[in-house]
């Protein structure tokens, strides 16, 4: 099956600084999507990406569909304390009958000291 | 609008017991998806409905089921309840056709002792 590999797993930076995480994928996907979890809710979604090579902004959060459809990457520019939490990235193929299954990522574990 | 909504929040049970869930889309989203998060295994698609029919199942066995009602509003059923059932069980609505775009609900903590 679909296989996601989120690297890394944790980070642990100094409030200000920019971060970046990536995933890839043993197959191709035609829709990425990045989520941010906070402890006890559901993931609420950063950023959907449709097109191979797209680079899509949401404040300080910018991520890119890669352009071999089988990565996707997140950055976040100058890091504060609420951006601690989870991060996945998710990927879908919209094609057969995969419909709404998306294949999530380990996720990667965001801590900023102040 | 308001949000995926999901109840309850919290559900603690025996081993053998059965149990349902109940996810409310947001409105005019037709399509429900259900997920299973534990930190072993995270996060893992069971199934989605769309329009009252199940279109997609994941790897679960058929203790797992589901319905969607005629105002998408979708419910989750585990029968004969086992420890490994403990999760965070997660209900993520869509529009349904042309977006991809899931918005997850804040989740039902099962507990089974």
Known sequence: ?114 | KAGVTQTPRYLIKTRGQQVTLSCSPISGHRSVSWYQQTPGQGLQFLFEYFSETQRNKGNFPGRFSGRQFSNSRSEMNVSTLELGDSALYLCASRVGTGTYEQYFGPGTRLTVT
């Not at chain 1, 930076?13 to 941010?36: A, H, R």
């Not at chain 1, 990457?73 to 609420?82: D, K």
């Not at chain 1, 998710?90 to 000291?113: D, E, P, W």
């Open chain 1, 1 to 114: 099956g679909q296989q996601l590999n989120q690297s890394p797993q944790s980070m642990f930076i100094q409030e200000g600084e920019d971060v970046s995480m990536n995933c890839t994928s043993s197959s191709i996907f035609n829709t990425w999507l990045w989520y941010k979890q906070d402890p006890g809710e559901g993931p609420v979604l950063l950023i959907a990406l449709y097109k191979a090579g797209e680079l899509t902004s949401n404040g300080r959060l910018t991520a890119q569909f890669g352009i071999t459809r089988k990565d996707s990457f997140l950055n976040i520019s100058a890091s504060i304390p609420s951006d601690v939490g989870i991060y996945f990235c998710a990927g879908l193929y919209a094609g057969g009958t995969s419909y709404g299954k998306l294949t999530f990522g380990q996720g990667t574990i965001l801590t900023v000291h102040p």
